[in-house]
């Protein structure tokens, strides 16, 4: 795989953010095998996946903290890693613009530096904990551009899960410094309210709306560890997104809210994924 660490300045934002890329590329025992290094013709473009950090994240984790680099090369798939602060991916009340910024500027932006596929059918967004959320966010917010998204231990039900960490829990950090607990995620800050449902900010409200539209629902992978805080929350976010005409794949296994568990998981998501496994055409 190319590793691409790109900063530039963000219109969206308006300030300069980092963001980093996987692109395909030939291995050595690719070159082993006659043919089998299929990369580089005219017109040849990748399918891609943007992949989301959780909350007190950034665009580094996944490939620090996972083998998300190994996965993808396997499928030979783009991977674009963004930073989205601690804004639940949303046009923040005070703050940034992170929605547009991931739903339009980022996906302008990679298509026309990167060799990857403008089609639906072969874009994808996914991510965890937060961006988990924001995954689904985005994916209802432009449903004709993401056909699949995944989220792993996603805070899906953000009502709930504003709830069972606004009080200080111990899945909040610790600051040293106070001694206490802290939520860097204001509701406030980020949707303008304490209660967001009803609103495009409550992701069953969203696909509603996506479904009244009449436009297209992305199919859904959800992944939860059952000793994860978010367990119950997920259950319940299942079933509503069912009851809305959602394609749901669900699925739980042994594990806690870490990143043991996204980094065996992150696995069987691609391989929910439609993924051809070779470079597509436009």
């Given amino acids: 795989m190319a590793f691409i660490q790109t900063h530039f300045f963000s219109t969206s934002l308006c300030f300069g953010t980092d963001l980093n890329v996987f692109i395909p590329t030939p291995n050595v025992d690719e070159l082993m095998v006659p043919g089998g290094a299929d990369y580089y013709h005219p017109g ?14 950034d665009y580094t984790d996944w490939m620090r903290l996972t083998s998300i680099e190994r996965y993808a090369q396997a499928h030979k798939l783009a991977v674009i890693m963004p930073s989205a602060s601690n804004s639940f991916y949303q046009n923040m009340h005070y703050g940034s613009d992170y929605l547009t910024y991931v739903t339009q500027e980022l996906p302008e932006l990679c298509q026309s530096l990167f060799p990857i596929s403008c089609k639906r059918e072969n874009t994808f967004v996914g991510g965890l904990s937060m961006g988990g959320y924001g995954a689904v966010k985005v994916a209802l917010t432009k449903p004709e551009s993401f056909s699949h998204v995944f989220s792993l231990s996603g805070a899906l039900d953000v009502m709930s899960t504003l709830e069972s960490v606004s009080d200080g829990n111990r899945m909040t950090p610790l600051n040293p410094y106070t001694g206490e607990h802290t939520f860097a995620m204001d509701p406030v800050a980020v949707f ?42 997920n259950q319940g976010a299942r079933e ?7 394609d749901v794949t669900y699925e739980e296994h042994p594990g806690a809210h870490e990143w043991n568990y996204w980094d065996t998981n992150v696995q069987r998501a691609l391989n929910w994924l439609p993924l051809t496994g070779s470079t597509v055409e436009e």
């Fill in 44 to 57: 040849a473009k990748f399918q891609v996946l943007y992949l989301l950090h959780g909350g007190y994240g």
């Fill in 192 to 233: 303008g309210t304490t209660d967001v449902r009803g609103t495009d900010a409550d992701l069953f409200a969203l696909a509603e709306k996506v479904k009244q539209e009449g436009r297209p629902l992305p199919r859904l992978f959800q992944s939860v560890g059952t000793e994860d805080f978010l367990w119950a929350s």
């Fill in 240 to 246: 509503k997104f069912r009851a809305l005409g959602m």
